[in-house]
């Protein structure tokens, strides 16, 4: 298989290639060549340093991902076969690409030069400053706070985020149409709205704020300042979910421009997140659920019976069962109550 993908796809881009095409545009070839070159050594270095990584290795890890991927092939000749670039671009992304991917050992090569003229060349301040975000986000991997905090928050969000979905669907699918066959216009709609504002609103608050007090997120925030950016930035992107839900039903709703549904649905989504009132009822129906799921009563206290191991007086818990039985219609005991 390997040498069956050389022979037919390497061999392949190389046919593509027009050297009188290379002449003709060898000044737009140029210029895409050190594009690419010099935007993916900036960025991915920049990446992989604001994701924890020493200099050397975000410099290291820059200077490797030079090339251009054949998915560039893909999205050249999709350009081309849809009319919405010139035909010439295909086989300039395909030199281009063959130069980068012919670049690309001597770029990391290169790599450790660069290390050493930027580590000698940066000030003091920026260099300790690295130094100590790097430590910060290396303890923290540790300590494995983040991949406990992370899946926690991702359960928690997905709960709710399927919660609020099929309330939302359910509500178009069987209730609005109820709604509007009742009440047609701007006051079904509003109705509609206060529906489903009231059913959704705690799941939503759930989304945005679960977690957000639990000792995972606690203990990274105060373990080290550079943690919070990247705290804030998750609490925006739950926001940004929860926003996005209330902008789709008021746009559906209300037939509103996007730029109107994102500033009410701000509006509201702020409302939720300090209503201490949803939060509130937020807290009641997850309580009751995790009642009802785990057999208590809401405090605590299982409600098997007083005993929690016997129900009633003598038949243990454990050993109750379904049964199906016939009773005849002359019986005896036709007519009485269970007890």
């Not at 709703?253 to 994102?262: D, E, I, Q, W, Y």
Request: net charge positive; proline share 4%.
């Amino acid at each position: 298989v390997k040498d069956l993908f050389a022979s037919i796809f390497f061999v392949s881009v190389g046919m593509m290639i027009d050297p009188a095409m290379m002449w003709e545009y060898a000044v737009p070839i140029l210029i895409l060549t050190l594009l690419v070159l010099s935007g993916q050594v900036v960025f991915g270095s920049f990446g992989v340093l604001l994701s924890g990584q020493p200099l050397k290795i975000a410099i290291q890890s820059g200077f490797s991902l030079t090339q251009v991927g054949e998915f560039a092939f893909i999205i050249a000749s999709l350009g081309v076969s849809l009319n919405v670039t010139d035909k010439y671009l295909y086989p300039v992304i395909v030199v281009v690409s063959v130069i980068t991917t012919f670049l690309t050992p001597y770029m990391i090569r290169l790599s450790e030069p660069a290390y050493r003229f930027i580590d000698i060349h940066m000030p003091e301040s920026l260099k300790d400053y690295l130094v100590h975000y790097t430590s910060g986000a290396m303890t923290v991997k540790h300590q494995g706070t983040w991949h406990k905090l992370i899946r926690s928050m991702l359960v928690s969000v997905t709960l709710y985020l399927v919660v609020c979905v099929f309330f939302i669907t359910l509500y178009f699918s069987y209730v609005h149409p109820l709604i509007r066959k009742s009440l047609p216009g701007m006051e079904g709609n509003l109705l509609g709205f206060i529906i489903i504002f009231l059913v959704i609103s705690p799941f939503l608050w759930a989304i945005i704020m679960k977690k957000n007090n639990s000792t995972e997120f606690r203990k990274l925030w105060t373990d080290n300042k550079f943690n919070r950016g990247p705290l804030v930035s998750i609490v925006l992107v739950k926001i940004l979910i929860c926003t996005i839900i209330m902008m789709s039903i008021i746009t559906h709703l209300f037939n509103v421009a996007l730029g109107a549904g994102l500033v009410v649905s701000s509006i509201i989504i702020a409302v939720i997140y300090f209503s201490k009132r949803i939060k509130k009822r937020s807290l009641t129906i997850e309580r009751q659920f995790m009642a009802n799921f785990q057999g208590t009563d809401g405090n605590g206290l299982s409600t098997e019976s007083d005993t929690g191991s016997t129900l009633g007086c003598n038949i243990p818990f454990k050993e109750l069962h379904l049964a199906d039985f016939t009773v005849s219609p002359d019986s005896i005991y036709v007519g009485r109550t269970l007890k």
